[in-house]
């Protein structure tokens, strides 16, 4: 077990990487030049299936990092 843990972490960071470039990025700095839009998006589709996967990913990375601390 002690083998497989730093190899699951090292996936699991790599698909949090991943997961976070995917993200679409704010338009709050665009409103600032004009461009319209708002503080406020609701995410929907996929933008909401890639922001639960992150979440997942991160909780998952921080339980491995303390189960690989105890073990």
């Known amino acids: 077990m002690q083998q ?3 190899l699951a972490q090292i996936i699991v960071s790599v698909l949090l ?3 976070i470039l995917l993200q679409q990025r ?3 700095l665009g409103s600032a030049f004009g461009q319209g839009g708002g503080f406020y998006a609701t995410r929907r589709g996929i933008q909401k ?3 639960w996967l992150t979440i ?6 921080i339980l491995l990092a303390i189960l ?3 073990f």
């Open 49 to 51: 299936k890639i922001l």
């Open 26 to 28: 704010g338009t709050a």
């Open 68 to 70: 690989n601390l105890i």
């Open 17 to 19: 990487v991943v997961l």
């Open 4 to 6: 497989y843990l730093p």
């Open 56 to 61: 997942v990913c991160g909780v998952l990375f």
